[in-house]
């Protein structure tokens, strides 16, 4: 029985490699939404992910898959797909089956990620993802990215964003931060103000969370030092999630800067771990016991159910 009311796959944008895990010709087995895929770059730079079994014999295309040009060829019998996933030569054959084809996933790469777009019912994207200027702009540092693999689903870990409640009592802020929500389409922001506590005090701080759908969220932070974080998630299966933080600081090449980022980092890497024995084990409630100074789960909640083909 699931922990949650809602289907495990919601409609969007998700991660499935960092551009840098990804040169031209390599080839990736990769398990997300219960399902077996294979991400690979072909010759011509582009980013592609198809469902992983060959529709001849049902080898699977990550494992001994090889590029060719902007498709890839099967490593059991040499079936060859292009970059759109049709077959389009079997070398000991005269004639190429007219159907045979592997579904290809819309792709898109954008700020160092390649997502890949989940929809039920196969729909096309209805969103995009932004570029940000912060990833090209030498000003930041390289983002550094973590990953964990999360027993809970991303929507749910993400109650976070309004619960402003909870940064007090899980990660130690010193005060409960005032927010603002703002909902337009698939992105929900939330403006945060508040108090952290440094080794040198008590600073004001802004932190606002922009989520783009279900799997990608862009986190600003002031204070100390402008922070970006860029958080995926991605489903692996009913249970599972592939979450990773990538992040970056805007240090200016100026070496005091740097060491205040690395801590910033560290910090952070710090509170996402605070809050997972709580997500691993937490119940989804339908209907929370709220009192009046609790954030807006209704405004988020309200927002998700749009990433959903199924109703709950
Ligand atoms: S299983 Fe792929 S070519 Fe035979
Ligand atoms: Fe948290």
């Known amino acids: 029985m699931s922990r949650f009311p809602y289907p495990a796959y919601p409609n969007g944008w998700f991660r499935v490699a960092y551009s840098e895990e990804l040169a031209p010709g390599d080839v990736k087995p990769v398990h997300y939404f219960g399902r077996e895929l294979v991400v690979f770059r072909g010759e011509d ?13 049902g080898a699977h295309l990550g494992h001994g898959g090889k590029v060719e040009g902007d498709g890839i060829r099967c490593p059991f019998h040499a079936w060859r797909f292009d970059g759109e996933g049709s077959c389009v030569e079997v070398p000991y054959a005269k004639r190429v089956p007219p159907k045979a084809r592997v579904a290809a996933w819309p792709v898109c790469e954008r700020n160092g990620i390649v997502l890949v777009h989940h929809h039920a019912e196969g729909k096309p994207p209805s969103y995009e993802i932004p570029v940000l200027e912060e990833c090209s ?34 990660h130690g802020v010193p005060s409960f931060p005032t927010a603002e929500i703002h909902v337009d389409g698939p992105v929900f922001r939330v403006d945060n103000t508040m108090r952290f506590s440094t080794p040198k ?45 990538s992040y970056s600081v805007r240090h200016e090449g100026d070496e005091q800067k740097k060491r205040v980022g690395a801590a910033r980092i560290r910090d952070l890497e710090h509170q996402f771990e605070q809050d997972l024995p709580i997500w691993e084990n937490k119940a989804y409630h339908e209907k929370p016991m709220l ?11 309200r927002w998700m159910r749009q990433f959903f083909s199924e109703s709950w």
């Open 201 to 245: 005090g008590e600073i004001d701080s802004t932190l606002t969370t922009i989520d783009h759908g279900p799997g990608f969220q862009i986190v600003r932070i002031t204070g100390a030092i402008d922070t970006l974080m860029l958080n995926t998630a991605t489903p692996i299966d009913e249970d599972d999630t592939d979450v990773s933080f």
């Open 291 to 301: 009192c009046a100074e609790d954030g807006d789960f209704g405004a988020y909640r």
């Open 45 to 57: 730079g582009e980013a592609r992910v198809f469902d992983a079994f060959c529709p001849h014999l």
């Open 137 to 170: 702009d030498a000003a930041w540092s390289k983002p550094e990215n973590r990953f964990w693999k999360v027993r809970s689903r991303w929507l749910d870990m993400n109650e976070n964003a309004v619960d402003g409640i909870h940064f007090k009592y899980i």
